[in-house]
């Protein structure tokens, strides 16, 4: 079974960072590629960043590029988003997802219809 566990998130002000971090288990975290999404109060849930099987590779959304920053570790099945620069529109539930298939490539990251595990998710305010 395999199970995402988010942690690090809160409340912070704007121009603030925050680092979240994702503890995997059940699975071969090292074949799978993890992505960070969120959900804003009322909206749908939008893509933040994806990481590929290595770590090598990295994708990030317009709106968090250069802000952002997701990595991972292989040794304890971890993956993390950085982030910084935070804005009041970054407020949102960020959620933790593992790819269904193995070694998929970055460049299809941004599709959510692409992972088959989902944490329960962690919150992130960020007041003006």
Do not use: H
């Amino acid at each position: 079974q395999v199970q995402l566990v988010e942690s690090g998130g809160g409340l912070v002000q704007a121009g603030g960072s925050l680092t979240l971090s994702c503890a995997a288990s059940g699975g071969a975290f090292s074949s799978y590629r993890m992505a960070w999404f969120r959900q804003a109060p009322g909206k749908g849930r939008e893509f933040a960043a994806a990481i590929s099987t290595s770590g090598r590779d990295t994708a990030y959304a317009d709106s968090v590029k250069g802000r952002f920053t997701i990595s991972r570790d292989n040794t304890k099945n971890t993956v993390v988003l950085q982030l910084s620069g935070l804005k009041p529109e970054d407020t949102a539930i960020y959620y933790c997802a593992r790819s269904r298939a193995r070694y998929a490539p970055v460049a299809a990251g941004s599709y959510a219809g692409s992972y088959e595990y989902w944490g329960q998710g962690t919150q992130v305010t960020v007041s003006s």
